[in-house]
């Protein structure tokens, strides 16, 4: 067998440089052992033929059939290494190990070595790495030749059978497995490639039958030095090796332990943060390397810097955004606070601090657009225009205070609209922020910035989507704030919003620098002022607007319904007429409401009707098909059934017949007035007082207070024969109130209730189209009631043609009441309770003195 080193050819030397340590401690390798001529490496074209060093198998010392199974092969051709042909086709490598590195002699090499079979050879950087299997070891003997190769003769030294009655060689076999179950389950605490480890496994598990074996395994996995390895190599009785094997395998626990701890410290360091920061960098690296560089991506603090400045922040704000930008400048972007300071910045920036659009001030075009856009109205348009009228004389001394108004009325009576029309009509921008349900404050004055996700509130928002600082805001639905919601009252924010002694210093949590408000102009709107708290209230202007009366409806339905629906459903405006008479119609017979809303609704579908008509009319034609009637724009009176139906709403009172112990009432709630019926009976029973219909207590009150009266004064007013008779000895009373879903409360059905309850008592009607409403007190005296002109409109809407009520209210009808109303109606005015009952049953009633003596006497 031969031992051959080429020391002279660079080539070689590179080979030696590039094994990698760990492959290398796979296989003992040492003098680079390929047998072949100086030629063939440098041109593989010109390999020379292996030379068998000895065709004599007899020799242990000389064959290369004592080695195990014949492997010494080097299987394929291979780039670098030309492939070497022997006879029989088989190639052989011995690998020994030099002493010193460069100048080889004999005296270099080591006399231990390994017999090896090459597995892989790659090229790799700066050189190729080559893998090997060693087979067995072998022993040098003596070196036959030394040019132009080391040759040697070599004795394989197999390991030898394990003699199991060697009790020490059994004991060391199990501390050499202990040791190694020990070392396994460390590398899989590294978290080593699964492969490997099962294979680990396996051998593990041969370590009785070949421990010789095992050893020089796991030899190959552990870091030692090459002179450690060398003495594993020459430690060829197995006790010895072994023992060896164990003290290294030792010193590699201890060594893995200590690194897995560190290794522990280490990742708990290197938190989330940091290494997001380092993949990070490393993506600006690759970017970089790749030339797809963000240009932008440098200069983010110049870009914020640049867009501060262009806002002309105040002093106070700015002084702030340089605090925040050199905070953000001595961050890494990856953290939490930087996005939140970064977030921050872009508010400061986006909100317009100096930037204002510019009024139109001319009062004349002004008027113009807001009766075009709305009929009537006339009380809010005329308190528009005197804002822009003083607007624009006190202009030069740049102090003007908007108003902050509150539109209050049922819905559908054109609030939101009118503040559209408002906002265009003085050439601002306009916001609408709906109230309604609005329960925590942060909502309008934002988070604190402490608060994860924190925002400015809805005042902010609106202001940066307007992108200029004198918007008109339309603070929608305002009575709907919740109050005493379980995050502060939100109501209590608009203290401040809505105080132009304050507003100029709004100072939003989240932003937490004062932002000046005073600039924009606030419209509120309400259906009622009930929840309006108090506070809040005083600091606005309320404009009521009613709700509207037919005549109105119809102008309006005319003058903007109408042409509005056509327009949106891309008809021509000749292409649909509607008769006075059938708008009318749709306004009494469809719809029962304060404003307009339904009455919108179903002109729309009496459009859609007609669109749908015209269109069928326009397709038979543009497909030449002959049409038998032309299509015909107008709607009239007959026409409105056939399109939406049958009439919904009835005339309510006019359509019922009086009969005892009903009495029409009045009412009013926050979505406009109606009128209520009052239902009395009675039974056999011990006088008790029953009540039904979702009542309030003030309303229960009220009927107490009305059966007393009319228990205590049944003599006077004929209900008993004798004074000290109980009109309800033998009975019990019921008195219920129709639409029993709907809650009702208040004072103001008191007198309807007595009235009702002597209509019972004395088996007498009062006329249907009779209402009345009113306050009554245990004296008898009729106190004025609120809501006098929604309860007089509701009523003539329904067909009441005489209404009573208290004296005090006759201001009310005479001022809000519109004309057109009050020409319909008779109206009786009454301070006592005897004018109440003698103006409702028209004089019927059996009255035994007057009833102002009535009163009188008790008082
Ligand atoms: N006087 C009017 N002239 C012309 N159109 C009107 C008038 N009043 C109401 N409208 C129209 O009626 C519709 C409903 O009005 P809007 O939405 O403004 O009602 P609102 O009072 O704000 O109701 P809500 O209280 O429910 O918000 C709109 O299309 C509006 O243009």
Redo the contacts with the bound molecule.
Sequence with gaps: MQITRRDSIPLFEQILRTFDSRELSKCIIGTFPVRASPTSITSPSTSAPIQESSADNKSDTKKPSVLPHGELIIPGPSPLLPNPRSSNGKEERALVSLRASSSVNPAHIHSTGCAARLVRLERAVGGFTVVLEGLVRLRLNKFTSQSPYFEADVTPLPDKAVNKADQELQDQIVALRSTSKEFVSLLQSLKLPAPVLTQLQKFLDNVAVMPGQVVDLLMSTIESSLDEKIMILEAVDLKDRISKAIELLTRQIHVLKISQKVHDNVEGKLNKKQREFYLRQQMAAIKEELGEKDAGEDDEMTQIESRLAAVNLPADVQKAADRELKRLKKMQPSSSEYSVIRNYLDWLADLPWAKSSEDILDVEKARKQLND?????EKVKRRILEYLAVTKLQQLKGDVRGPILCLV??????????GRSIASAMGRKFHRISLGGVWDESEIRGHRRTYVGALPGLIIHGLKKCEVNNPVFLL??IDKVGSRGHHGDPSAAFLEVLDPEQNSTFTDHYLNVPFDLSKILFIA?A?SLDTIPAPLLDRMETITIPGYTYAEKLA?ATN??LP?QIRLHGLGETDVQVTQDALLKVATGYTRES???HL?REIGSLVRAKAVEYAEIQEKKEAGHSVLTEYQPLVSLDDVEEILGQEKFVNEVTERVAVPGVVTGMAYNGVGGGILFIEVSQMPGKGNLQLTGSLGDVIKESAQIALSWVKSHGYEIGLTNSPGQNVMEKADVHIHMPSGGTPKDGPSAGIAMVCALVSMFSNRTVPSTTAMTGEFTLRGLVMPVGGIKEKVIAAHRAGVRKIIMPLRNQKDVTSDVPVNVREDIEFFYASTIGEVLREAFEGRLMVRSSASTVVDSRM
Excluded at 373 to 377: E, I
């Design positions: 856009d709305h009929h009537g109205l009325g049922p819905p559908g009576v054109g609030k939101t609209s009118l929608d639905e709107t259906n309006i903007h319904l509005k404003g307009v809303r919108e």
